[in-house]
Every structure is written in C-alpha cells, then in structure tokens.
C-alpha cells in the first residue's frame, strides 16, 4: 500500500506526525500534496488541518483517508471555550472534512468527539535517537520543552524555587539528556478545556523516552500515558514539595528507570498506525 503523509506541513506536530512519523513508515511525505502526489498514493494520512485544495483532491479523486486530529482546534481561542463548545467545534469539523477514519491523540478526544466513524487513539512517540538521561549527584537542572508563552507566570515561580535550592532552571535545553528533572506546565490562561483534556503527551514521552524524572500538571495526555513515576501537581506549594522530593538521588534513579520502561518510539508508533490503517 503506498501511503502518503500530509497536511499544511508548518506546525511542529507536523514534523513528529508527519515527517518522523511518515518515514519510519517508509512512506511518501509531502506537505501540502499536489493532485498528482495525492493520485499516486492508495491511503492519504492528513495531519491537524487539511488545505482546501487538498481536500477537493481526496475527494475529487475518492481517496481513502484518515485525519489526524491532533491539535487541529484553534489556538489560543479555544482556551476561553466550554466543554461543550469544544466538542461541538471538533464534532463540526469532522463532519465537513469527513474522513474515512480519524486518528485522536488521547482516549479523552476520542471519548468527547468520535462520531462513530472509524478511529483509533495514537499517542505521541518521543523524538528518535534520543539519548539515554543517567542520573547523577549535582547541582540540579530543570527543564522545559516548549513556547515559555505557555508558562507565563509560572516562569517566575520556577526561576525562584530553582534559585532557592542553588539550581538551574533552563528552557529548551540543548539535550534533554542534560536535564535532571523535565517540567510540563501551563498557565491558566492557556488551560482551557480542550488543551487540559485533548492535548498531547509530546513533553512526557521525550521525558521517558530519555529516562529524565518528569513534574507536570494533571493533564489527560498525560496522566494516560504515565508510567507511575511522574509527580502531578496544581500549584507552587506542589511544585515546591515535589522539587524537594527530587532533590534526592536515589528518587530520581528510580523514577528515572521507570519512566524508561514507558518509551514508545516512532517505530512502535509506526506499526500501531500501520495496523489501524491496513484493517480498515
């Protein structure tokens, strides 16, 4: 079956889902596809949001092909919006896309908005080759992955603890592998109800894919995924607790261990779409 990957190819889950994800699969990728790319493929995955032309394709030309849901709702829009008005929006954009099939990045989406059609849940990978996180006796740094825009005040919070304990905390660290401890945090302006419940788990899963010890908020992407190592927490008394508690060696050896028995790389990812795809 030849296969092709794409979709407006600008955002970085385009890269891990359409790209990484495309070429462990050995298929074409080609973003934005042309009529004849779209003519030379049997199954057509479009990843967050189809262009227009591209949909007239699929259609015109009868494809068979599956959306990939991921982070299609507009941001940060949606942050002021209710549950029921997220639904509604993604409910509504699958009806006028109307796939063969959708992909979700998390079993809440699919449980809030599958219509029936067919779909499977496909959570993120972790990025391919990373290296592998050993734990040592130092001076602690504490990352995150990601737009600081999303921090917002938690910014500051996390300049200030990391200070207070003679730690470093860095944003978008060279290597993850560098990190003692990975932070997944999101200020409440951008925690609406879509972002809470449907957004993926990308920070986690580079986090035990690297075996780095991981502190985030509750987060249905990630509280599906977690390998039972993860600290969660709500606010800065929580994260101060939780900080304290890494602080030892011996903690952060075990969960780091832990966290690298949960890794999902792209090759597994690749076969579990290759097996949702070749049994529809």
């Known amino acids: 079956m030849n296969i092709l990957f794409t979709g407006k190819g600008k955002a970085g889950s385009w890269k891990i889902r359409g790209e990484q994800l495309g070429y462990a699969m050995k298929a074409a990728v ?6 004849i790319e779209i003519a030379q493929s049997d199954f057509v995955i479009v990843v967050k949001r189809c262009p ?12 068979k092909w599956v959306f990939d849901a991921l982070d299609c709702y507009p941001q940060p829009q ?3 919006w209710s549950r029921q008005q997220a639904i509604d929006w993604i409910q509504q954009e699958v009806a006028r896309l109307n796939p063969s099939a959708v992909l979700w990045p998390n079993c809440q989406m699919m449980m809030d908005c ?7 849940v496909l959570y993120h990978h972790h990025r391919p080759s990373l290296p592998i996180h050993t734990p040592q006796d130092r001076k602690l740094t504490i990352a995150y992955e990601g737009s600081e825009a999303y921090l917002e005040s938690w910014k500051s919070v996390l300049y200030h603890q990391s200070a207070k304990r ?8 060279s290597s993850i592998a560098d990190a003692d401890v990975i932070v997944a945090l999101r200020s409440q302006r951008h925690a609406g109800y879509a972002q809470v419940n449907w957004k993926s788990n990308v920070k986690l899963a580079n986090a035990q894919g690297s075996g780095v010890p991981f502190i985030g908020q509750p987060e249905k992407g990630y509280l599906e995924t977690a390998s039972g190592a993860e600290i969660f927490i709500e606010n800065e008394k929580q994260l101060s607790d939780a900080l304290d508690a890494v602080a030892s060696l011996d903690v952060r050896a075990s969960m780091s ?13 690749a076969d579990d779409l290759r097996s949702f795809i070749y049994g529809l």
């Open 30 to 35: 080609a973003p934005h596809a042309t009529a």
């Open 52 to 63: 227009d032309d591209v949909l007239r394709e699929l259609r015109k030309q009868g494809k």
């Open 78 to 80: 949606c942050s002021s």
């Open 114 to 120: 599958n219509d029936g059609r067919p779909a499977a």
């Open 166 to 173: 003679g730690w470093i905390f860095v944003i978008n660290p």
């Open 257 to 269: 261990r832990i966290q690298l028995k949960k890794r999902y790389s792209v090759e597994q990812a």
